[in-house]
């Protein structure tokens, strides 16, 4: 066999955002291509100029960087039609292709065709519903199937990795190969993504573009990681794999014949695998980053404080989504008890809580440590259980039941801070009596 360089290609249509299947089939190809020093040829297929938007391809194109991958040529279907004419009409010259109303048809006598496709083996189809396929349209642009294979074999693709959704294109695309004499590229078709309750991966599910995964505050590593999950498997049992140690190791053979559910879950437990595995600096400034996006950022923040932030939450975060929520009372300075936690304020305690607050503004160096010692010794004095400190502590400094370490979060909060959101809880039981 001659040693003939891999090239694949990724043909989106920019009729709506890259969605979580179409990234998948971009990153299979990406990974095929550079574990075989081949090339990655990106194919815009906007040949349906009326639902093909800019907003979208350039939003395909972000994605796709976004998640670490490249290209090495990039091609736009929509100025390419003067090729896809000349091929019709070569095909109508040689009596495989006829016009009518408009149309281009090409028409062709099936035979059994075999592909001896890279996952599945070997496919056979048996017979096709139709003797004739539109290849030009009325309007002047090319159908798919045609557009299609012209550039396929042009842009010399030896591999066309795609989703399994296509199966039943590639005879009728085999047919044009042969009638224009090209070679045959080899095929492999990846299954498709399933929703967790077994159907199709549909919007339906939710979510299912990459954009809004990101919105949500996934990590790009994390997403990459997950899509090559969804089908492949590194071996080993291994689950946390990075692009660019996949690219190493990947094989079409690994890849499943079967279909793969889409786990909500497990994307969840592996952007917190990601975040755990970054600095707390590194996580500060995704932090920032999200922050500003969701225009969530206050002004007066400063970069120590959420350097203590992001450390404090490193362990605790799945998504930077839910981080919008968990430090809007660290960011903000009013803080507002929910309604579960006033429930636990029902029961006053000015009298202890005032006594803490004195304990706590006597500390020298705030730290966690310290305001323990603190705690357990005002409860001592106070001959009370410590939870009875504890749990509106926790409320008048963050207003709910639930969040990291009090300690800690009191360390972080740091005093003053501390001491003005005691008072308020002071004054709010004062106001109630
Ligand atoms: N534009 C087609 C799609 O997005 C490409 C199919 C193919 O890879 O042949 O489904």
Request: aromatic share 10%.
């Amino acid at each position: 066999m001659s040693e003939e360089t891999l090239r694949v290609r990724f043909a989106p249509s920019p009729t709506g955002y890259l969605h979580i299947g179409g990234a998948r089939t971009c990153l299979f190809n990406w990974l095929y291509a550079r574990k075989c020093a081949g090339e990655l040829i990106l194919r815009i297929e906007d040949t349906d100029l009326a639902r093909s938007k800019k907003e979208f391809l350039d939003e395909i194109l972000e994605s796709i960087e976004w998640l670490g991958m490249d290209w090495d040529q990039i091609y736009y279907q929509s100025e390419r039609f003067d090729i896809y004419h000349e091929y019709a009409k070569k095909l109508i010259d040689q009596g495989s292709a006829y016009k009518k109303e408009g149309a281009v048809f090409f028409k062709y006598n099936f035979d059994q065709v075999k592909i001896d496709d890279l996952i599945r083996g070997e496919i056979i189809f048996k017979e096709l519903p139709k003797n004739e396929e539109v290849i030009i349209k009325s309007d002047n642009s090319p159908t798919y199937n045609f557009s299609c294979v012209i550039d396929d074999a042009l842009m010399e693709i030896n591999c066309i990795i795609r989703g399994e959704d296509h199966i039943s294109n590639t005879p009728k695309q085999l047919l044009m190969y042969k009638a224009l004499g090209f070679k045959t590229p080899q095929f492999a078709h990846v299954p498709l993504i399933l929703s967790g309750q077994g159907g199709r991966l549909s919007k339906r599910f939710g979510a299912t573009s990459i954009r809004q995964y990101r919105q949500e505050g996934y990590l790009s590593e994390s997403i990459v990681n997950y899509l090559m999950l969804l089908g492949w498997s590194p071996g080993e049992n291994r689950e946390i794999i990075s692009l660019s140690e996949a690219k190493e190791i990947f094989t079409m053979k690994a890849v499943n014949k079967t279909g793969a559910a889409f786990s909500l879950d497990k994307l969840n437990w592996i952007n917190g695998e990601y975040i755990r595995q970054k600095t707390t600096e590194d996580f500060s400034d995704l932090i920032i980053n999200y922050l500003k996006e969701n225009n969530a950022l206050p002004e007066s923040i400063d970069k120590n404080y959420l350097n203590k932030l992001a450390s404090l939450f490193k362990e605790r975060t799945l998504r930077l989504s839910d981080l919008l929520t968990a430090l809007k009372p660290y960011l903000n300075d009013e803080v507002i008890y929910s309604d579960e936690a006033k429930k636990i304020l029902d029961n006053s305690l000015i009298k202890e809580v005032s006594f803490l607050r004195d304990s706590l503004d006597k500390i020298g160096d705030f730290n966690k440590e310290d305001i323990e010692k603190t705690f357990r010794k005002a409860a001592e004095d106070l001959n009370i259980k410590l939870k009875i400190l504890v749990h509106p502590s926790r409320i008048a400094l963050t207003g709910t039941k639930h969040g990291p370490g009090l300690f800690e979060t009191i360390e972080t909060l740091g005093k003053e801070r501390v001491i003005k959101r005691l008072n308020k809880l002071i004054d709010y039981w004062s106001q109630k009596q």
